[in-house]
């Protein structure tokens, strides 16, 4: 990885500038989450120089490990996720320590070890005292830990800063949400609070909102006027793997569209934010979500689970038969919803929505969907031509692909679609583009939660899925499995758009 360098006509707000010095400490890090996304995210801005200095990593966990045996895992976990220098690492390395310990162990035990290794590493690298705490752990124990921080004396200090960071799922539903903040909340303010979705710190998010607000070309564009519908892809071509005992309790709805999907129908769907920041951004969200309509459960929303199929021309087996999953298990691996949102911009454009696992292949995509041309002069046999798409593609290979009609070449005028690509490798000479997780703990670092999801917004997104969640609840699936491994879902996902006239778009 080589350092990153900034073109001279970048202007913003984003020019790169490391945050105070302080100490994060991760719970959970010898679990899944940290060595594939926290730690390399990290080592991603200790490459780029954007970690303050000094600064320190505390690894908070159960396994039994030193510094040492953390310092050897996490470096075996980054070379596997990022690209990999020794010298990068050996400068991020010693930044590193480790505390073994429980979750849900007395504040007199384990936190107090923990309190003492900071408040040691403090004192010898001379870090002020300011604590960032990211719970990379199941939601099981995100009460017990703000607790534990609180009884020990970790949640508060009066010479420096605290911040919590917090992974989704942020509750099962509306009434759990509420009552989880009302528990961080007797210890930590709304200020400190950092709901964490990794998919707002993708490039393409951010870019969907410069695109629009600071090109004048599309804004004027960007209503029902011209858009006909959007569609909003998060396909995955993974299975459960050996989350079972997560995903059974959990399913499609609370996994992936509570959050992922209704953060990124808000970022295509918002009012120009007065500025930029967490107020201005986080106001216009939630603003969205009021005027989304309640959903018609059996009209706007098409459940699925994947049986038995074919993955990159290899045999992939059904949910059913995922180890730990139950054989008759009922659960949802597939969704698709059609979303209309009831204000002057969008009344009566529908918005679909559809997230899986075991689809073709791995894909995140917002598709702008224009409207054709109101007169065709062209000579065209059926008499008209398919409407004008701009994609933001998250992954793979982000980027932003527009679609429109050009004369082909030759003596006939013969009109065919043709794609204009914006890729971010090839554009800004970068190899891997950043970690998601990197640009939002710089933001915790920095205490900017423009791209953190605020309270109102989980509880609003957790009303709006709720009828879907108990309504499937109570009408079990008579045709489960309905979509092969390997297809891009059941039959009914595409009459979903059929009864509209429309159709998916080919990914």
């Not at 500038?17 to 959970?28: D, H, L, M, Q, S």
């Amino acid at each position: 990885m080589s350092e990153m360098e900034f073109s001279s006509r970048c202007v913003g707000l984003g020019q790169g500038r490391a945050t105070e010095p302080c100490c994060i400490v991760v719970f959970g890090a010898a679990g899944d989450l940290a060595q594939r996304e926290l730690i390399p995210a990290l080592y991603d801005l200790a490459c780029q120089s954007l970690l303050p200095e000094p600064f320190t990593v505390v690894g908070f966990s159960r396994e039994d490990m030193d510094d040492k045996s953390f310092r050897d895992r996490m470096r075996a976990a980054v070379a596997r996720q990022r690209s990999f220098e020794t010298r990068h690492w050996e400068r991020f390395a010693p930044h590193l320590h480790y505390v073994q310990g429980n979750f849900d162990a007395p504040p007199e035990g384990d936190y107090a070890l923990l309190r003492d290794k900071l408040r040691s590493l403090q004192t010898r690298h001379g870090i002020p005292d300011n604590v960032l705490f990211h719970l990379a752990t199941p939601p099981s124990f995100f009460s017990d830990i703000v607790s534990r921080l609180d009884q020990s004396g970790l949640a508060g200090s009066d010479k420096g800063w605290r911040r919590l960071v917090i992974e989704k799922p942020f509750g099962t539903d509306e009434q759990s949400a509420r009552d989880l903040d009302r528990r961080i909340l007797e210890v930590f303010d709304e200020s400190q609070t950092y709901r964490i979705d990794h998919f707002l710190g993708k490039e393409t998010v951010q870019n969907l909102l410069v695109v629009r607000f600071a090109n004048p070309s599309f804004e004027p564009i960007w209503n029902r006027n011209y858009i006909d519908h959007v569609q909003i892809t998060v396909a995955e071509d993974i299975g459960i793997g050996t989350r079972a005992g997560f995903y059974e309790k959990t399913g499609v709805v609370r996994d992936m569209v509570q959050n992922h999907l209704l953060q990124l129908l808000c970022m295509t769907a918002i009012e120009p934010p007065v500025r930029y920041d967490g107020a201005g951004l986080r106001d216009e969200t939630a603003k969205v979500m009021q005027a989304i309509r309640p959903l018609d459960v059996r009209l706007d929303a098409v459940r699925g689970q994947y049986g038995p199929g074919h993955m990159n021309g290899k045999a992939a087996s059904g949910y059913r038969a995922e180890k730990d999953v139950a054989p008759e298990s009922n659960t949802a691996t597939y969704a698709a919803l059609r979303v209309m949102i009831d204000n002057w911009r969008w009344a009566g454009v529908p918005f679909y929505l559809r997230t899986g696992k075991r689809l073709a292949h791995k894909l995140t995509e917002v598709a702008i969907h224009f409207k054709p041309t109101p007169h065709l002069m062209f000579p065209v046999e059926g008499g008209s031509l398919s409407g004008n798409i701009l994609a933001f593609r998250l992954q793979p290979e982000e980027g932003i692909i527009q679609t429109f009609v050009a004369k082909q070449p030759g003596p006939g005028l013969c009109l065919q679609p043709v794609t204009m690509n914006f890729r971010y490798a090839s554009a800004f000479g970068i190899e891997q583009l950043p970690n998601a997780y990197s640009w939002l703990l710089h933001d915790a670092m920095g205490g900017d939660q423009t791209l953190f999801a605020r309270a109102d917004w989980i509880y609003r997104a957790w009303q709006i899925v709720e009828p879907v969640i108990a309504h499937w609840a109570a009408e079990p699936p008579r045709d489960f499995p309905n979509y092969a491994a390997g297809s891009w879902g059941p039959l009914a996902a595409e009459g979903l758009l059929r009864a509209d006239q429309r159709a998916w778009k080919t990914l």
